[in-house]
């Protein structure tokens, strides 16, 4: 009886040693991340499912502006950047990054108007709410006016929004403004109008990360590790049969507790997400060119000079993703 007493403290010991040793052989890694889109949702599957932590990675996401992003990355704060046009912004100023990966190739952004405003052409000198100079919103507001003929900034004005955007068309601060999920749900059912899903123009890749080339050169495993682990939640959450958890994530993820906000935010991730986690390349010169002119710089960069896909192409392959 002794004998075994002893046998199951050493075999105690022997788990519980190498449970230690298990956690501690996990890496610190920092993510910063702009919003809470849904186009973000196979981040959070993958955190939530643990597939970071089996590639090693114990992943902390930090929720900040685009530009504090985009300032933490290039100062190494931070070892990954969600913010895919902040990482061409970065590229096109000089500093070397690649983006690695994204979810979402077309936005998942609604150009939402006032109830009494129900069509395009009742916009003209109205305010309309973007993001943060440089933001995504910003870049759609002037793509989706351009699209109704009209001229930013001479026929229309658009303004900045750090705040919430459905609030600043509660209060009359704005006319219309590019809302993401779920705030676009919740306008339209609201009695908002819904004058144009940007997705239904123009192919343009969101919700992505990446990293610096030194990043990339420094830590090949564990830049595959966040690839692989990500692809994974991505994978994991357009399978129908995890819908029912997958939801359950959200409304973790989200702290919501209406089942039909979460599954009709799972319905709109459809709208525009990819399958493998590679966006066109059409898309991505466009998103390219956009943010090269928004930040004044004249020399073109190309797809090659922004995107390294070859992480993401192993991960295809060692998961069986047809492309």
């Known amino acids: ?41 196979p981040f959070h599957v993958a955190y939530h499912k643990g597939f970071y932590r089996e590639q090693g990675i114990d992943l902390e996401t930090i929720f900040m502006s685009t530009q504090a992003v985009n300032a933490a990355f290039v100062r190494g704060d931070i070892d990954y950047s969600a913010a895919v046009n902040g990482i061409i912004q970065t590229v096109v100023r000089g500093a ?9 190739d077309r936005p998942l952004q609604s150009f939402i108007s006032k109830k009494e405003i129900r069509s ?50 509660e209060t009359g601060a704005v006319d219309a403004a590019l809302l993401g999920v779920p705030e676009n749900i919740i306008a339209v059912d609201k009695g908002y109008n819904e004058l144009l899903f940007l997705g239904d123009i123009v192919n343009f890749p969101q919700n992505g990360f990446g ?34 958890e997958v939801i359950n994530i959200i409304l973790k993820q989200c702290q919501l507790r209406d089942k039909r906000l979460a599954a009709e935010m799972l319905r709109q991730l459809n709208r525009g997400v990819t399958r493998d986690m590679s966006a066109k390349s059409e898309g991505m010169q466009l998103m390219i ?23 993401l192409e192993k991960a295809r392959r060692d998961l069986n993703v047809p492309r």
């Open 1 to 41: 009886m002794k004998m075994r007493t002893v046998w199951f403290s050493i075999l105690f010991i022997f788990i519980a040693d190498s449970d230690i040793h298990s956690q501690t052989a996990s890496k610190k890694v920092r993510m910063g991340i702009q919003s809470t889109n849904i186009g973000f949702l």
């Open 96 to 104: 070397p990054a690649k983006i690695l990966a994204c979810a979402v």
């Open 120 to 169: 395009a052409r009742e916009l003209k000198g109205k305010k309309i709410g973007g993001s943060t100079p440089g933001g995504t919103a910003s870049l759609m507001a002037d793509l989706a006016l351009k699209h109704f003929g009209l001229e930013p900034g001479r026929d229309v004005v658009v303004v900045p929004l750090r705040g919430n955007r459905v609030a600043a068309l």
């Open 211 to 244: 990293a610096s080339v030194k990043k990339i050169q420094n830590s090949p495993e564990e830049v595959y590790g966040m690839v692989r682990a990500t692809l994974r939640g991505l994978l994991f959450s357009l399978d129908d049969r995890n819908r029912d």
């Open 289 to 311: 060119d956009l943010v090269r002119e928004d930040s004044k710089v004249l020399q073109p960069f190309t797809v090659a000079q922004v995107v390294d896909y070859s992480f």
